[in-house]
């Protein structure tokens, strides 16, 4: 696991980065309409660039009707009005680079909206030029839909059919986000016109939406039975890496260095890094391809350890991970990990791991999901609890307040009033304090970007070979040339002792709010990181 390479004075910038996404609708409100935009990411920036991150990535921002909230895309190239205008953009853009970091968009090239003007023509007749834009298929003989693929969201069919030219179109989503046909040249042509639109205004790169599922092209064949409901983890094929290759050399064109990162959903090992190409031998795809196999480990040693051993080992050099606790699509892992030490020694795991770590909006104050009644309910997925507003000031109730002008499109989290931004900011012992000493240190400490990494088997951490071990404690040692760095993450409610080869290791940082020096018990989900 050591990386033989050291440190390349060519390291590109997204090895150095850690990358903050912000939920646009849900970050901060500038108009008083209750819904985020772009001029209040923008007044957000120096709150920001004091926490110390180092790229922003913003959930869709493009023209849509919102049925999946922007991941129904109705023009690749507009900016929806709920976020603002061009010039809002481009004051964004400008503020985020004259702050010395870099803004990323999310681009969603699998599927379209309905409302989308190509999809729109294709509908209107077979013979039309884009007719073949989407994937159009004739119904089985009994009238059932093509194929037994089923949509992601509500148990439905992955197929609707259209009565006006009597045949069915797939979406794997909504209805409403109807899938596009990458093996028609011309819409590759279209959303890679659209990548570079977006690379002419100065962005630094893409999230990339299930981005593995563009390469199923128009091989939409029957599913066996236990992958029905799971279309998105079906359809790992050749010609999707085909795709990639072709956009990394777009994207590689590019003096600035833009970086692509997949949401690619395969779970299987290896998977999702077999879309970085280049790590098998083959030509370069994406820069970045998230695995999300932590998002999906509960807080337990043995399971979190197994995750990120087999993380590191799919992402070897020349390969890099990404590292993801939250997002805008699962409960947030403070809520789901259930205490607030577990998610303090959980930001410790993300960011000083190997790999580009991934913050969502709010994890930095250690936010809880919101409590969503159901006639609140919005998201067609039922997700809207992980997206509630940030709360900037104390003042307010579940509904109203938290700096936000007027009630916002969702409730706030339920920790909003003692968990605000303004409550946290400069109090040593918060959340916010926490993550800001840690992206300091990754900043101060070239190690933590770019040493190697080894993990200790899994025993108690008292370092001794003996019968004791509860088998509760992470430890990995991170090394550059000469310094070394070791981590340390109780997973456990009960106290570990120390370990006895670190009696005198210099604590670098702590999440126990009362450690000053090395030697005591590690307290219930502690996490330390100790320099040798
Ligand atoms: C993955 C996105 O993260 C999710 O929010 C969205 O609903 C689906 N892709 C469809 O675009």
Not at 5 to 30: C, E, N
Not at 101 to 128: K, Q, T
Not at 343 to 355: K, Y
């Amino acid at each position: 696991m050591t990386n033989p390479l050291g440190v390349s004075p060519m390291t590109p910038w997204w090895r150095d980065a850690v990358v903050y996404q912000i939920y646009p609708r849900s970050f901060a409100d500038s108009n008083g309409d209750g819904v985020g935009d772009l001029a209040g990411v923008t007044a957000k920036l120096d709150y920001l660039a004091d926490l110390g991150v180092d790229a922003l990535w913003l959930s869709p921002i493009f023209t849509s009707p919102m049925r999946d909230f922007g991941y129904d895309v109705a023009d690749y190239c507009g900016i929806d009005p709920v976020f603002g205008t061009d010039a809002d953009f481009d004051d964004l853009i400008t503020g985020v680079h004259r702050r010395g970091m870099r803004l990323l968009l999310d681009w969603v090239p699998n599927h379209s909206s309905s409302d989308h003007p190509w999809f729109v023509e294709s509908r209107s007749s077979r013979d039309n030029p884009k007719r073949d834009w989407y994937v159009w298929r004739d119904r089985r003989s009994d009238g059932s839909p093509p194929t037994n693929w089923m949509s992601l969201f509500k148990g439905v069919p992955a197929w609707t059919h259209d009565d006006a030219t009597d045949q069915s179109y797939l979406h794997v989503f909504l209805a409403e986000q109807p899938d596009l046909n990458w093996a028609n040249p011309d819409v590759e042509a279209a959303l890679n016109d659209s990548l570079r639109y977006w690379l002419d205004r100065g962005v630094d790169g893409f999230r990339a939406d299930v981005v593995n599922l563009i390469g199923k092209g128009t091989d939409v064949d029957d599913l066996p039975d236990h992958l029905v409901t799971m279309p998105l983890l079906a359809t790992d094929r050749p010609f999707g890496h085909e795709l990639l290759r072709r956009i990394r050399t777009l994207l590689d064109s590019y003096e600035h260095q833009p970086m692509m990162v997949g949401e690619v959903y395969l779970l299987q090992a290896g998977q999702s890094a077999s879309y970085l190409g280049d790590i098998d031998g083959g030509a370069p795809e994406l820069h970045l391809s998230f695995d999300f196999r932590p998002l999906h480990t509960p807080w337990e040693a043995d399971r979190m350890q197994g995750a990120l051993v087999e993380m590191e080992a799919d992402f070897a050099e020349p390969g890099w991970p990404t590292f993801v606790l939250s997002n805008h699509d699962r409960v947030r892992h403070r809520t789901r990990y259930g205490t607030e030490a577990r998610a303090r020694a959980a930001a410790v795991l993300a960011l000083t791991i190997r790999g580009t770590p991934f913050l969502y909006a709010g994890e930095e104050l250690g936010l809880e999901d919101g409590v969503v009644p159901p006639e609140r309910v919005v998201d067609p997925d039922g997700r809207d609890g992980c997206r509630a507003p940030i709360p900037w000031t104390a003042d307010g109730d579940d509904e109203t307040g938290h700096g936000w002008p007027e009630r916002p499109w969702l409730p706030f989290p339920s920790n909003a009033t003692t968990h605000a931004a303004e409550v946290q900011v400069g109090d040593p012992a918060s959340m916010h304090s926490l993550y800001r000493a840690l992206l300091a240190l990754r900043h101060q400490h070239a190690v933590l970007r770019h040493g190697s990494i080894e993990f200790a088997p899994l025993d108690d951490g008292d370092g001794a070979d003996d019968d004791d071990a509860d088998g509760d404690v992470i430890r990995f040692e991170r090394r550059l040339a000469d310094e070394r760095v070791v981590v340390i993450v109780n997973l456990s409610d009960a106290a570990a002792p120390w370990p006895t080869d670190l009696a005198d290791a210099a604590v670098l940082l702590s999440t126990a709010r009362d450690r000053r020096a090395s030697g005591a018990a590690l307290a219930p989900d502690e996490a330390v990181i100790l320099n040798l």
